[in-house]
């Protein structure tokens, strides 16, 4: 592939390198705060630039996609729920590039299914193969500039530098042993080299993440539409076996259903089990069944279009009870689940799966109306829906929630898990102090906060990359802690 490079081609490797030490400072320095939406600031904003003469397309699911991007960037900041941190290293880049490839994609490219996703990823790795081919045009160029006699002294001088070591090796080694001072001295080559060498891995991340953006914003502005192989035989579920299949499984969940309403939703257990612990031992039972059931569901409507008349009519049927005794199994989860939170408490995993099951109950809902109005689209709300939720877990600042609650629950009965709450960090030392203003005398509370008062260091981050809200305001509540 030839390659031509313009002046304005120079002035946007030039912007990729500031990409690149944008990268290299944002996520290399330490732990990572403020400096994630600062560098997605700054991303955008070449992009922007860059594709400042282009009209984008799918501009309305764009700018969503966009905003969940930036929130999620700015949940670095103003939140320090470690859990989605670790998630978001992940996320954010995927709906970057989901969302460059979706806004750079013509008009009437269909995003709405699993095809887009391998088409995005395919542009990403293109990039990447465009950026090989830069660096060996460059290469061949700074070679064809290469004075030839220039070209051979350096040559012979890394022959001479190959034939000393073994040389320098041997008499280094005798000069170490003959004078201590000089031993000192070779002594600290390493830690200088040690230095040297990391700023050498930061110059390789500098050039790396440049070229990966420089490449795949390259073959983003060549707008090429993706085809799904016409000739690849769709799959088709049979009609009967489907059916029998649906039947079994209905069958199975309206014993079930008839067991939870005799006892469990009345309010009555049989045998020796405490609420809790008969919640211990079926919740995810219940929430795996579920995840089950909505997977044969999908694939029933997406398989099985051919199927007509009366017997599309009765699959659609035993569809239909399929997702409600799904809801059933969700209900009867969400009770168990909450059942366990008043006996042992709140956490972050808990209060997760209670958001979760809300989740779900609105795509089987969504999915209710699909399995009679089959112009819907199962991939366009499930991903938009998936999308909204994940970045609501993200800013609704799911420590604080569990700590509220926990605290909440220490006024009513009077237990709580001080080191459970310890661990939440900054969000529960902020916690803790509540507490501790509500009750001094919570065993072990004071101990704890004591410790933390002591060692602030770990909540305030020494570089402007860790800036955080959260973590600034648990270190200026401990800074005026004052104890009992």
């Given at each position: 592939?030839d390659?031509?490079?313009?002046?304005?081609?120079?002035?946007?490797?030039?912007?990729?390198?500031?990409?690149?030490?944008?990268?290299?400072?944002?996520?290399?320095?330490?732990?990572?705060g403020?400096?994630?939406?600062a560098?997605?600031?700054?991303?955008?904003?070449i992009?922007?630039?860059?594709f400042?003469?282009?009209?984008?397309?799918?501009?309305?699911?764009g700018?969503l996609?966009?905003?969940?991007?930036?929130?999620?960037?700015i949940s670095?900041?103003?939140f320090?729920?470690?859990l989605f941190?670790v998630?978001?290293?992940?996320?954010?880049?995927?709906?970057?590039?989901?969302?460059?490839?979706?806004i750079?994609?013509?008009q009437?490219?269909?995003w709405?299914?699993?095809?887009?996703?391998f088409h995005a990823?395919?542009?990403?790795?293109g990039?990447?193969g465009?950026?090989?081919?830069f660096?060996?045009?460059?290469?061949?160029?700074m070679?064809?500039?290469?004075n030839?006699?220039h070209?051979?002294?350096?040559?012979?001088?890394?022959?001479?530098?190959?034939?000393s070591?073994?040389?320098?090796?041997?008499?280094l080694?005798?000069l170490?042993?003959?004078?201590s001072q000089?031993?000192?001295?070779?002594g600290?080559?390493?830690?200088?080299l040690?230095v040297r060498a990391?700023?050498?891995?930061?110059?390789?991340?500098?050039?790396?993440?440049?070229?990966?953006?420089?490449?795949?914003?390259?073959?983003?502005?060549?707008?090429?539409?993706?085809?799904?192989q016409?000739?690849?035989?769709p799959?088709?579920?049979?009609?009967i076996?489907?059916?029998?299949?649906?039947v079994l499984?209905?069958?199975?969940y309206?014993?079930f259903?008839v067991?939870?309403?005799?006892?469990?939703?009345s309010?009555?257990?049989?045998?020796?089990?405490t609420?809790?612990e008969?919640?211990?031992?079926g919740?995810?039972?219940?929430l795996?069944?579920?995840?089950?059931n909505?997977?044969?569901?999908?694939?029933?409507?997406?398989?099985t279009?051919?199927?007509?008349?009366?017997?599309k009519?009765?699959?659609?049927?035993a569809?239909t009870?399929?997702?409600?005794s799904?809801?059933v199994?969700?209900?009867s989860?969400f009770?168990?689940?909450t059942?366990?939170?008043?006996?042992y408490?709140?956490?972050?995993?808990?209060?997760?799966?209670?958001?979760?099951?809300i989740?779900l109950?609105?795509i089987?809902?969504?999915?209710l109306?699909k399995?009679?109005?089959?112009?819907?689209s199962?991939?366009?709300?499930y991903?938009?829906?998936?999308l909204?939720?994940?970045v609501?877990?993200n800013?609704?600042?799911?420590?604080?929630?569990?700590?509220?609650?926990?605290?909440?629950?220490?006024?009513q009965?009077g237990?709580?898990?001080?080191?459970?709450?310890?661990?939440?960090s900054?969000t529960?030392?902020i916690?803790?102090i509540?507490?501790?203003?509500?009750?001094p005398h919570?065993?072990?509370?004071e101990e704890?906060l004591k410790q933390?008062?002591?060692?602030?260091?770990?909540?305030?981050?020494?570089?402007?990359?860790?800036e955080?809200?959260?973590?600034?305001?648990?270190?200026?509540?401990?800074?005026?802690?004052?104890?009992?």
């Amino acid at each position: 592939m030839d390659l031509k490079i313009e002046k304005i081609d120079w002035l946007f490797i030039f912007m990729s390198l500031i990409v690149g030490i944008m990268a290299e400072e944002s996520f290399f320095r330490g732990q990572i705060g403020i400096s994630y939406i600062a560098f997605v600031v700054v991303l955008y904003s070449i992009v922007f630039y860059r594709f400042r003469s282009n009209t984008f397309s799918h501009q309305r699911f764009g700018y969503l996609v966009l905003i969940c991007i930036w929130l999620l960037a700015i949940s670095y900041y103003l939140f320090d729920t470690e859990l989605f941190h670790v998630l978001n290293i992940i996320a954010i880049p995927a709906l970057v590039i989901f969302h460059l490839t979706l806004i750079t994609s013509p008009q009437k490219t269909a995003w709405n299914n699993l095809s887009f996703i391998f088409h995005a990823v395919r542009r990403l790795f293109g990039g990447i193969g465009y950026s090989g081919r830069f660096i060996k045009y460059l290469t061949s160029r700074m070679k064809q500039r290469t004075n030839k006699k220039h070209y051979d002294v350096w040559m012979k001088v890394l022959i001479g530098v190959i034939i000393s070591v073994p040389i320098l090796f041997i008499i280094l080694t005798l000069l170490i042993s003959a004078d201590s001072q000089f031993e000192r001295l070779i002594g600290n080559i390493p830690t200088l080299l040690t230095v040297r060498a990391d700023y050498i891995i930061r110059f390789f991340i500098i050039l790396f993440s440049a070229f990966i953006f420089f490449g795949f914003m390259e073959v983003l502005s060549r707008k090429k539409a993706y085809h799904i192989q016409e000739n690849a035989k769709p799959i088709v579920m049979d009609g009967i076996i489907t059916l029998t299949i649906l039947v079994l499984l209905d069958l199975v969940y309206l014993l079930f259903v008839v067991v939870q309403f005799k006892y469990f939703f009345s309010g009555t257990l049989e045998g020796d089990f405490t609420y809790a612990e008969y919640a211990r031992r079926g919740f995810f039972e219940l929430l795996f069944a579920t995840l089950i059931n909505l997977s044969v569901t999908t694939a029933v409507i997406q398989f099985t279009k051919n199927v007509q008349g009366a017997l599309k009519k009765v699959i659609s049927t035993a569809l239909t009870i399929l997702v409600l005794s799904s809801g059933v199994l969700l209900i009867s989860a969400f009770m168990r689940l909450t059942m366990y939170e008043n006996a042992y408490g709140f956490t972050i995993t808990r209060v997760l799966a209670h958001s979760f099951m809300i989740f779900l109950m609105i795509i089987f809902a969504y999915t209710l109306l699909k399995i009679w109005l089959e112009k819907l689209s199962l991939f366009h709300f499930y991903f938009i829906a998936s999308l909204i939720y994940y970045v609501g877990m993200n800013v609704v600042n799911l420590n604080k929630i569990v700590v509220d609650q926990n605290i909440n629950r220490f006024e009513q009965t009077g237990k709580i898990d001080v080191h459970y709450l310890n661990s939440l960090s900054a969000t529960g030392v902020i916690g803790l102090i509540d507490l501790y203003e509500i009750d001094p005398h919570v065993p072990e509370l004071e101990e704890v906060l004591k410790q933390r008062k002591e060692d602030r260091s770990f909540i305030k981050g020494d570089t402007w990359q860790s800036e955080n809200f959260i973590r600034n305001k648990a270190y200026e509540r401990l800074s005026d802690l004052k104890f009992k």
